[in-house]
């Protein structure tokens, strides 16, 4: 039986008498919340007004000395470590009388009142009873939850300890943040591995080791991300593909299927490994299409050479890979950066993954890392050669590659490069591509509509500025109206059905995407417009330009929306973050402005909301949101 959770609801009717609990410095023992096999839990006030939980473990409680030493002995392993992570309940005291020891610990929120507590009516929110009250819980607050507990256990593995039963009912929250309590059975690596932990959540070899306890929390992400039963483990819902965030449990499901392997050698090596696939899902990668990937592209068998030197650099890149993974993990949401330091860590997470992917006979997956990352390094022109060489490695390619984009369903690859041809390329296929399509200049940029019927063609003399832009049949070539010239920037709505061009001339054109028929023309701006950015349910533009300003444009009329957006210097980038509450720019850099300046405002007012300069090292700067 496993050791009951702290600050959980009396349970076994069949259990002893209880014994009279000891004092406790410094607190009032109020009542006994929670009792168990080996011990009972008390809310208690301390001196200073604050209620805490305070668990008691009886000498006689147990049959013998040496469950009642080793479970001391957790305590003590775990106590100094407790308190240097969010997401594991603090251990606040430790102490020991006659026949027992006990322990002071944060208390959990109340289940219905959050963090105003009455004693008398208390009852703790854990993951458990969410599930009682709420059912399933959505895909975002399941990967949240993932994120704190792989994070709690990469502490806890990291100090050679291991949980031994990580379940609903020992995950409790403390001011709503997820906290992995149940601490009675931690215990080291190296202990000798009793049978404890609770059937289903228990991996088949037992607990006691670092996959075990990922396989544990594999089922309890199953559990609360589709309302089964872990003895379901791996049915699926039945209704699932009525349900809104079928997608992300999709993403969701690979790592829980991998977590919850049979065999420890198929299983996540490390919660830190764990953790870097839950952050995929959770930044908008897709974990499920690189697995799906693997048994469809098997372009290059021939990269003997490319791989010894690849295998030069693999553990330098894995390192890297885990401690840039974290500090992009904690940028904050509610502020933008400029998108050169973003991207740097952005491309060379890709690229450790994908030598990662290569070392492990997994082509797919390495192009499809590189082809995420290869319009991330366009404004560095020395990175971005090195990196069409890596993708050259993948593909037949007789051209250097400029850029590179998946199909909506997978099956194709579109390529173009610096000989003007945009390439076509099935994935069950292993040589030649399926089509080529000539255009009149180097292909700085292609893409795939979602329905995967166009290709959105940029094509562009120098890195400066396009020189034309055309949509293609993405099976024929055929255009499907005349290319677009005499532009200074491009955008494609999110829904494919707008072209936003800017002309040389400083104005702004909408233009449908399915007949090249010019909808509404944008007049405002002094100078050369730099950029232009839809929003993401494409109802609106935004431009930046040379003349200082970021002008707002409605989509559906060509109409302004409010005053223009006032900069001190030309303006290089303007975006919409993804909920299209807030827009972020960046100005030039040149000789009489050395410092690019950042600022965020209010997409519906117009108000700057803050505003940061910051050393530039490049003239044309960029800037990204990044996601919670």
């Known amino acids: 039986m496993s050791t009951p959770p702290p600050n959980f609801p009396a349970g076994d009717s069949a259990a002893p008498a209880p014994l009279p609990p000891p004092r406790v410095p410094d607190h009032e023992l109020i009542r006994r919340i929670g009792r168990g096999a080996y011990g009972e839990v008390w809310i208690a006030r301390s001196v200073t007004g604050a209620y805490r939980a305070v668990k008691v473990v009886h000498r006689a409680s147990f049959d013998h000395d040496r469950p009642f030493e080793r479970e001391f002995e957790g305590i003590q392993k775990f106590e100094p470590i407790s308190r240097g992570h969010e997401s594991q309940v603090d251990i606040l005291h430790v102490g020991r009388g006659n026949d027992c020891f006990y322990y002071v610990m944060e208390l959990a929120d109340d289940q219905a009142t959050g963090g105003q507590i009455n004693p008398e009516s208390y009852a703790p929110r ?34 050679g300890l291991a949980h031994r039963d990580v379940k609903p009912s020992n995950i409790i929250f403390v001011n709503g943040v997820p906290n992995l309590a149940g601490i009675g059975l931690v215990a080291g690596v190296e202990a000798t591995r009793s049978y404890v932990g609770t059937e289903g959540f228990a991996a088949p070899e037992g607990p006691g080791s670092a996959q075990a306890d990922l396989y544990s929390l594999g089922k309890v992400l199953y559990e609360i991300s589709t309302g089964k039963d872990r003895q379901d483990f791996p049915e699926l819902p039945t209704q699932l593909r009525e349900l809104p965030d079928r997608e992300g449990l999709m993403e969701l499901n690979a790592v829980i299927t991998r977590a919850c392997r049979h065999d420890p050698k198929d299983r996540y090596v490390s919660a830190t490994a764990m953790r870097t696939d839950l952050e995929l899902p959770q930044s908008g990668r897709s974990l499920a299409r690189v697995h799906r990937l693997e048994r469809k592209l098997r372009l290059v068998r021939r990269a003997g050479g490319v791989m010894t030197a690849l295998a030069v650099v693999i553990a330098a890149g894995w390192f890297w890979q885990a401690r840039q993974t974290r500090i992009v993990r904690d940028l904050g949401a509610e502020k933008s950066y400029l998108a050169e330091e973003n991207r740097e860590r952005l491309v060379r997470l890709d690229i450790a993954n994908s030598v990662r992917l290569m070392y492990h006979d997994d082509f797919s997956g390495a192009l499809l890392s590189l082809a995420e990352a290869l319009p991330l390094v ?214 009489l402005a050395p410092a690019v300046q950042i600022q965020t405002w209010d997409a519906a007012t117009g108000l700057s909301s803050l505003q940061e300069k910051l050393n530039a090292r490049h003239p044309r700067p960029g800037v990204a949101f990044f996601p919670r």
Request: net charge negative; hydrophobic share 40%; glycine share 6%.
């Open 378 to 591: 366009t404004n560095n022109p020395a990175e971005a050669a090195i990196h069409r060489i890596r993708i050259q490695q993948l593909l037949p390619h007789p051209a250097s590659v400029a850029t590179s984009e998946f199909s909506p369903d997978e099956h194709r690859v579109v390529t173009g490069g610096a000989d003007g041809i945009v390439r076509v390329w099935d994935l069950a296929r292993d040589e030649q591509p399926v089509a080529e399509f000539p255009q009149d200049s180097a292909v700085g940029r292609v893409r795939f509509t979602h329905d995967g019927r166009l290709l959105f063609v940029v094509q562009r003399s120098s890195l400066k500025q396009p020189d034309r832009v055309a949509l293609l049949d993405a099976v024929t070539g055929r255009l499907v109206f005349t290319p677009i010239s005499d532009l200074t920037c491009v955008a494609l709505s999110p829904d494919d059905r707008w072209l936003a061009v800017a002309r040389t001339n400083f104005a702004v054109q909408i233009i449908a995407a399915d007949t090249g028929r010019i909808a509404a023309e944008l007049v405002g701006h002094r100078a050369q417009v730099e950029m232009v950015s839809f929003s993401p349910d494409s109802s609106q533009i935004i431009s930046a330009s040379h003349d200082g300003t970021v002008r707002r444009w409605q989509v559906s009329s060509g109409q302004a929306i409010g005053e223009p957006l006032p900069h001190p210097q030309p303006v290089a980038q303007a975006i919409f973050s993804g909920d299209a509450s807030r827009i972020v720019t960046a100005t030039a850099a040149g000789e």
């Open 126 to 159: 854990t993951l458990k009873s969410d599930l009682m009250f709420h059912g399933r819980l959505p895909f975002e607050e399941c990967v949240r939850i993932g994120l704190a507990l792989t994070t709690a256990l990469e502490n806890l593995h990291g100090h």
